[in-house]
């Protein structure tokens, strides 16, 4: 997961939607070549990495979301990632999208090293020893990351538990 080019990290804190480019402070953006996966760190998610991806084979809303379900949102902070949420509004995604991160291309940002790749977005959480592979057929968990119980509002949720 470590391989690739090292990018600028600070080419990758602002994001833009209709033109209006909005500077993220320690925060970054980025969006793969394919445009599918859309990552974003933020005060929002309490710093965690959030990524919106258009998934080939979406699950079904659970029947407990109310609301918007949006099942590529993947919320990844070491110790847990979810795929899928129910949404009122985009979160920190109101804000637009951030810089193409090319394929081959590694960008480190606070606990976080992300490779964009064309088999998907692989991330890794130093402070955790955890990773996921993103991509258009779903989250994949690396190091402590295993299936636990999928909460009501998710499509599923992987942790260090």
Known sequence: MR?????????????TRDDVTTQLG???????PSGKTRCMTGELSDGALACLVTLADPPPQPDEVYGEWVPGWVEFDGTEVTMGAG???PG???AG???ELPYGSTLKFGDYQCRSDQAGVFCINFAHQS???I?????EPFGCLRKDDT???AAARYSCR
């Not at 080019?5 to 994001?15: G, L, N, S, V, Y």
């Not at 320690?26 to 793969?32: I, L, P, Q, W």
Request: aromatic content about 10%; glycine content about 10%.
């Open 26 to 32: 320690e925060y970054v953006a980025f969006v793969t």
């Open 3 to 15: 391989a690739g080019a090292p990018a600028d990290e600070a080419e990758f804190r602002t994001a």
């Open 87 to 89: 949404r009122a509004d």
């Open 92 to 94: 920190q995604f109101s």
């Open 135 to 139: 991509s258009d057929t779903g989250v």
């Open 131 to 133: 990773g996921v592979r």
């Open 151 to 153: 909460p009501p509002d």
């Open 97 to 99: 999208t951030g810089a």
